[in-house]
T-cell receptor, first 113, second 114 residues
Framework: DSGVTQTPKHLITATGQRVTLRCSPRSGDLSVYWYQQSLDQGLQFLIQYYNGEERAKGNILERFSAQQFPDLHSELNLSSLELGDSALYFC????????????FGSGTRLTVV | AQSVSQHNHHVILSEAASLELGCNYSYGGTVNLFWYVQYPGQHLQLLLKYFSGDPLVKGIKGFEAEFIKSKFSFNLRKPSVQWSDTAEYFCAVAYGGSQGNLIFGKGTKLSVKP
């Protein structure tokens, strides 16, 4: 157990639907990162939050959005889902949000059918 | 654009063989360098990291990596692999001035035959 908790572990949904992935960071960590892992693209950085505020944005589609709540948990919302959105979505957390060394959660496997 | 290249897609070794996995990154000034491992069905775990100082970094499970600035490389090594090292290995870079988000290589799958 890494201390970063992601739910659900698996999600199967239909095209056009909307889903929400949840991440609870390790205790004491203020920064949350979201990554997408797919076979063709590898691990792609989506977005980072630090203490409730958006810090950095990567290759995140407009159909995707995220937020970090006052209790520091984060949610990634994926809407108008397409087959190509099927992937493993990882959350990671760190104390400072700088430097890059952080702890990953176990991921949510999203399958869009 | 900033990028990370891992030379080998799949490496197959016998137990006790030595391992070296290549990693190169594109120039971007100051960097922090990482190797992560992902065992089948599990999350990514940090093997080792380099921020500054001694370019030879020792990590967990007997792994080490050497930062060669002139070659923009950060190769991972292990003198003698075990079957339990079968996993996927990812090199990652955080560029100086970034907010800490990592750029990952595509990964190298290591299969160790018993």
């Amino acid at each position: 157990d890494s201390g970063v908790t992601q739910t659900p572990k698996h999600l199967i949904t239909a095209t056009g639907q909307r889903v929400t992935l949840r991440c609870s960071p390790r205790s004491g960590d203020l920064s949350v990162y979201w990554y997408q892992q797919s076979l063709d693209q590898g691990l792609q950085f989506l977005i980072q939050y630090y203490n409730g505020e958006e810090r950095a944005k990567g290759n995140i589609l407009e159909r995707f959005s995220a937020q970090q709540f006052p209790d520091l948990h984060s949610e990634l919302n994926l809407s108008s889902l397409e087959l190509g959105d099927s992937a493993l979505y990882f959350c990671a957390s760190s104390v400072s949000g700088r430097g890059g060394g952080y702890t990953f959660g176990s991921g949510t496997r999203l399958t869009v059918v | 654009a900033q990028s990370v290249s891992q030379h080998n897609h799949h490496v197959i070794l016998s137990e006790a063989a030595s391992l070296e996995l290549g990693c190169n990154y594109s120039y971007g000034g100051t960097v922090n360098l990482f190797w992560y491992v992902q065992y089948p069905g599990q999350h990514l775990q940090l093997l080792l990291k380099y921020f500054s100082g001694d370019p030879l970094v020792k990590g967990i499970k007997g792994f080490e990596a050497e930062f060669i600035k002139s070659k923009f490389s950060f190769n991972l090594r292990k003198p003698s692999v075990q079957w339990s090292d079968t996993a996927e290995y990812f090199c990652a870079v955080a560029y100086g001035g970034s907010q800490g988000n990592l750029i990952f290589g595509k990964g190298t799958k290591l299969s160790v035959k018993p």
